[in-house]
């Protein structure tokens, strides 16, 4: 029996794009993954994520999905985040084999969120045992793994446009100050935010708002 874990990371940050994670081995070598101490992505430093990012290459079938910040920009014209996230889960299970997928859960009814996820998935996947809940990255050591998978990606990206723009501007998320003074430093300077802003981000629209404002003023 194949178990699938599947967890997302990059969901709410301004800058670049949310990664789906999926990990995928067989029953009898769940022991084996947890022996090797995965946990939350989030309770990891980079040098240990990065570390059992390898070893997990290795150990079972890692599974990746990028959606980019133009393209939850556009998808969100037509539905929410978390079904978006939904798209993304299904897009990793559809390429697994797997007889069982456990997801960590975006929203409160596990049960439903089950029923959405098989509503989009083809019809061999019907009778497929599937768990979603909330922390199921600490609970499960298969989606620990599938966390690994994602953040690792996501970092990786994340550095890649640090490199792109020559500035260090931390996490990307909106909490985060450096990434609000890198937006509003290159709005000033381009005009336009980067093009791997999530524009339809409340901080995105609130930056782009302000400039303008400030260009009516100046005159």
Not at 139 to 150: D, G, M, R, T, Y
């Given at each position: 029996?194949?178990?699938?874990?599947?967890d997302?990371?990059g969901?709410?940050p301004?800058?670049?794009?949310?990664f789906?994670?999926?990990?995928?081995?067989?029953?009898?070598?769940?022991?084996?993954?947890?022996?090797?101490?995965?946990?939350?992505?989030?309770?990891?430093?980079?040098?240990?994520?990065?570390?059992?990012?390898?070893?997990?290459?290795?150990m079972?079938e890692?599974?990746?999905?990028?959606?980019?910040?133009?393209?939850?920009?556009?998808l969100?014209e037509?539905?929410?985040?978390?079904?978006?996230?939904?798209?993304?889960f299904?897009?990793?299970?559809?390429?697994?084999d797997?007889?069982?997928?456990?997801?960590?859960?975006?929203?409160?009814?596990?049960?439903?969120?089950?029923?959405?996820?098989k509503?989009?998935?083809?019809?061999?996947?019907?009778d497929?045992d599937?768990?979603?809940?909330?922390?199921?990255d600490?609970?499960?050591?298969i989606?620990?793994?599938?966390?690994i998978?994602?953040?690792?990606?996501r970092?990786?990206?994340v550095d890649e446009?640090?490199?792109?723009y020559?500035?260090d501007?931390?996490?990307?998320?909106?909490?985060?100050?450096?990434?609000?003074?890198?937006?509003?430093k290159?709005?000033?300077?381009?005009?336009?935010?980067?093009?791997?802003?999530?524009?339809?981000?409340s901080?995105?629209?609130?930056i782009?708002?302000?400039?303008?404002?400030?260009?009516?003023?100046?005159?």
């Amino acid at each position: 029996m194949k178990v699938l874990g599947v967890d997302e990371a990059g969901r709410g940050p301004v800058i670049g794009s949310m990664f789906i994670g999926g990990f995928m081995v067989e029953e009898e070598k769940l022991e084996e993954v947890e022996n090797i101490g995965v946990k939350d992505s989030k309770k990891l430093s980079d040098k240990k994520r990065e570390r059992l990012a390898e070893e997990l290459r290795e150990m079972g079938e890692p599974f990746l999905k990028e959606i980019t910040a133009s393209e939850i920009d556009e998808l969100r014209e037509l539905m929410s985040l978390n079904e978006i996230e939904i798209q993304g889960f299904t897009d990793v299970i559809e390429r697994s084999d797997a007889d069982k997928i456990i997801v960590d859960l975006p929203e409160p009814d596990g049960d439903r969120f089950i029923r959405k996820m098989k509503k989009e998935l083809p019809s061999r996947f019907q009778d497929r045992d599937f768990t979603a809940e909330h922390e199921a990255d600490d609970n499960f050591p298969i989606v620990s793994a599938a966390s690994i998978i994602a953040k690792s990606a996501r970092e990786n990206h994340v550095d890649e446009l640090k490199s792109k723009y020559g500035y260090d501007f931390k996490s990307g998320y909106p909490h985060d100050k450096p990434t609000i003074n890198f937006l509003e430093k290159f709005v000033d300077e381009k005009g336009q935010l980067p093009e791997e802003t999530r524009e339809s981000w409340s901080t995105a629209e609130r930056i782009l708002k302000e400039a303008d404002q400030s260009g009516l003023d100046s005159f």
